[in-house]
């Protein structure tokens, strides 16, 4: 989004959307850290790709409705906020709407992306399961 205030024109978009998209990825790398430690630790490897399947599944479900549940106005309560040095912030008129898409979208892309990670963890499992 560009906001232009005389002769200046400030673009704030892209700095958000990539804050927006780390702080997602950071969150879903920590829990994806936490899946494959848990997998380490089962007892065969059907059990593990189950395991591994139905914890993506979690994950994109948790992304969803987070998604959903945060409110507009408590964006300044977002670790994009945070991240955002005070002279990058947008002013609270346009940043609620700017930090809440990007978010939205971040939370999206990376969802989507642990649903695929399901998918091919209990794929895996169904062919251990069948092929023994």
Known sequence: MRLSVGLIVIDFGDRVNQLADLSI????GFGALAIMCGMVGMGSLAIAFKFGGFSFLFT?????IRDRVYLPEQFKRTEVWIMLRPEERPPPEIASRLIMTARHQAM???GFRASAAAALFLAFALLMDIFG
Do not use: P, Q, S
């Open 60 to 64: 994109t479900m948790v992304l969803l």
């Open 25 to 28: 990825a950071r969150g879903v």
């Open 108 to 110: 999206m892309l990376w």
